[in-house]
């Protein structure tokens, strides 16, 4: 059977498999004051241009996102996301749970607008009982978004300009921040990127790690004490070389882009493929997550022949994703077209 | 200068302040076990004919929410309700600050319509990934709502029913109860609302309280050790007394009935003569609220001489609240009537 | 039957009731932006020479003592008081409640001595893995203790000289603060008070008034957002007047020193015949609280003619509390006396 | 240099990451849905002779320690645990931060014995203002301890008596659950510690794992959604089956136990070496953590020789700890023995 569920079905990039048998019996110093971590940290910084980055090393999504929104904004402060992020919808409440009301404003094909996050603010401000309502802190942003779509260099410029003018900070949801920044559609860099944001992370999870999420601040000072949050939290590794090796693999050589790359390659080859058979996309998507529409027929045909994710219905049809990922390759996604033709 | 801003700007019905006056210099027991709070609470559970009920005395409607809403509810569970819902809106988070979602659905005139929420449940359910999600534990409404429109008995029974179905608790915030159940277009009675409602409580604030509102619990076996939670979040009042001597003279006599049902003529009265005058009312409010939509030239007029609360533009226009209370005179609706005219 | 168990058993001092009956109907503005509130914090402000203070009115002392350590310190702080502090031992874990730790340190008679503190904080930071134990941010007293004991000036001093090495805040619990400043033995005013504490709220349910605690926060760079996070933790007043005028007319013309003062003359004198009666005190109490040891026969004897305080046993015999108030009369003090003589 | 600073200094035993390795490029069901997961608890259902048990896999002692806390207990509940508890001490007030307060009471060597916890209960009950106080929900023992000790089968029976009386959830953190199991000392099983707790979880990151805790709740009637909780605890794997894989190893053939016997041999071999040459042992440990005492010309010839745990100064002398672990081969033990000598 094919598999394009989803992007996080194999283990590791080989490499890192084999540099963790390698030091495997290696005696290492915990809780990420290893060689490894500190290796991987300095690798990470660089690339991201920020000698003063913090740089840790986490494992999932939710757990990063809590740990970096919990630590960038007040106890009594609000988040600001788009309907479909993902902190709003498959998070089980977890920034709730920390205490943070999760306001969500509509988005546009995954993104939060600058044009409507502008308006938000301005409205909450217009009323005089403001201070009767949860106060927004931080805007999180996730890149590429849940539907694969990615802003541009002008967006953050805009979405960095108005959280500026309120005092909000900007957050980047990166699980798949190598497919975004691999996108042909994509004008920005990881120093950019660091530059805009006041914190984001470099999912692993998704892109070739086994598992692990870098997470960055670019400024230090905008956290406190974060080494003893991400205890708080329950995230603190023991062994933090195990995900310090991993990062160091991944950003040496330039493995994560080049990886991340197939990904886009193969998706974008398989997205012109599905155009050209008269596939209608859902979307239009630049980056490995790709929505296409089907009629009940097709999805006939191929459901018990190949995995892929559920969206919606859409008229009668349905609206699947199939995603690519750093492991995939060229002869499967032929199948997937064979199969679609 | 007219005052019709609110319903919570005059003290407490003279009858309340008399009682405290006499018993002054009376020695009491603390923590709510006095003969006071022991004789309002038996009148409660009379009116709501719940011998068994829970009934305690918190002060303020945030305070009330966000202690039954999470007695009611397991620690990882969310509230839904609609997005003008006051949780949702002007309460800063401080359900969220307790760890629970909140999920707002779209209401119609203030009220969640069990078509929406039936709609929400199913598809709720049907996403198979619906445990990545943050789960409905319990529907929050308030009667009346903010917009002071009410849920006719039917309404309220379907909410009920789909309560039922989905294992979902049934909270009604009544800040405003008795101008909701003294409407004429009202058609349940409090013993109906107490057998429809896991938690709801009776608005002392608004309705001829100094301070204090009454929660009631029908069914005491829906929450755990309610005395202890309610200290633990900081409203267990060390002179109950103050509270329960106010519910017991407010449930004497009928007096919470009878002085619900003086703001509710005159917001009726109102009403009628405002569209005498050809006002065009923002929505057909049965309550005690009541929302005019006024041009810039009148409200010019009438700005420095009457005060009431600014809802929003509308097409150019104003939409502003006028609001009756427990303490409102007719001659006073009177001089607005005439200021308008 | 004579009632020494608490210092909150009488109502409110006469003035209180009388004024608020005075303006009962008068139309107030809401949420603390009242005259009476204004008029209640500058006087505040004055009485603690704290011209910038910030002051609001909250009620009980658990609420005020949740919402001011929860905004003095960052979430992820903990607390450290005496092992018999409040917070510690009678407010069902409130503290915690907002993720809090509370650190407890043995005291001497109710109090956290400096020796003791300082001896913590080095050893804290004698480990070198104290990044992995919870993060002292705040330390909590109380004045008078739970014990009746009071601090004197050069152990504030030293408190503070401590607070200050190691970037710690100083919180006072002033329940009972004015029985605190009106003991004999008192080396403090109020305006010293305020320069050496980051917080602290002077009491007002056990002295004099209704119910209502005054939250002062001499710095207010101290806190951000008080009135978001008040609203947040469900202690926002809508009718914020109801504490204002209790604090307006307890901060005028001296009314609340002079009302603590009775209730120390009455325990002092109480103290001073109990001795006289050969009677052993537990502790050297110089405030309204004295806690006396009493053997089976006599306690059988006045268990049914006189309310008092069980505090423990003490070898076969017991420890109980007699408690004077703002109220107490002396010939009350004299029928408890002739009791037990 | 040699190194007995800790059991986490190696990455996982050789086995784990031939498997890893074998199935890299295989694509799995994600969350825990993977074949591996659900063999490995089958496996631990079985050696647990619990057939309706939930199991999941976690990362780490302080997460899994807060998911099941938070899941065992109502969320005004307390946790009661010895002082020396890692609850208590190491883990930053993780479980505070989900609300719940931590009671320590005095241990003995790191156990908290059967009598301190029911003198505690009975004083709690015998306090007539109890529900003033946190309430007692669960007591979390460590097992072995964090001194190495371990308790006697009859311990923990008494401990689950008292636990019944008071309704108290008895919890076992095993991080070293495997050295406690193969204790010479040891007279309980894995059954039988199933059948006493509510909840343990079997430490993978000390004993062979890469990284991972096996979470165990006996009886599934004991917590709600518990899939739900761990998501919002930021503690759910997408990538499940890297502990499926790692814990259905361990629970293949004896392995875990195996290698949990490896540890407690070479530590009884190390202690009656250090014994024979004269070495004054700090307690009587009889698991995989030795607690030495050694004087300063001694500690001044090994500290550049040996990795060890500073513990605490005695007498002018100090305390370390030496570890070993799954990994430790005799011959390391054999050059400690001889620099020691």
Same mark, same amino acid.
């Given at each position: ?131 009767? *309502? ?8 996730? =890149? ?7 802003? *541009? ?103 994560? =882009? ?84």
């Amino acid at each position: 059977m094919l598999r394009f569920d989803s992007d996080y079905m194999e283990t590791a990039h080989p490499r890192i498999l084999q540099k963790l048998t390698e030091i495997n019996f290696d005696k290492n110093t915990s809780y990420g004051f290893d060689v490894y971590t500190e290796s991987a940290k300095d690798k990470i910084r660089k690339e991201c241009n920020c000698p003063d980055a913090l740089v840790y090393f986490l494992i999932g999504g939710t757990q990063t996102n809590k740990v970096a929104i919990d630590a960038l904004i007040e106890g009594y402060e609000a988040v600001i996301c788009a309907s479909t992020g993902h902190i709003a919808t498959h998070e089980t409440g977890a920034i709730e749970s920390c205490g943070h009301k999760v306001i969500t404003l509509e988005g546009e094909n995954g993104k939060l607008m600058p044009e409507t996050l502008e308006g938000y603010m301005q409205s909450f401000y217009a009323d005089k009982n403001h201070e009767h *309502s949860a106060q927004p802190g931080l805007v999180y942003i996730s =890149f590429p978004t849940e539907y694969g779509t990615i802003y *541009s260099r002008a967006e953050l410029e805009s979405l960095r300009k108005i959280c500026d003018s309120y005092s909000l900070r900007l957050y980047v949801d990166g699980a798949r921040l190598g497919y975004g920044l691999m996108s042909p559609v994509c004008d920005i860099t990881l120093p950019e990127l660091a530059r805009l944001a006041d914190g984001f992370y470099i999912g692993g999870t998704k892109v070739g790690a086994m598992l692990g999420e870098a997470l960055v601040i670019p400024n230090p000072d905008s956290v406190k004490k974060l080494f003893v949050q991400i205890k708080r939290h329950g995230a603190l590794l023991a062994k933090g070389w195990v995900a310090g090796v991993q990062f160091d693999t991944l950003f040496t050589d330039g493995l994560y =882009f080049e990886i991340s790359k197939n990904a886009i390659d193969n998706a974008m080859y398989l997205r012109d493929e599905l155009k050209n058979l008269g596939y209608e996309m859902f979307l239009d998507s630049p980056t490995n997550q790709q929505f296409v529409v089907v009629d009940d027929e097709k999805l006939d045909l191929i459901k018990d022949k190949v995995g892929y994710g559920f969206w919606h219905k859409l008229d009668g049809r349905t609206v699947i994703r199939f995603a690519t990922s750093w492991a995939t390759e060229k002869s499967q996604v032929d199948e997937l077209i064979d199969l679609l033709g």
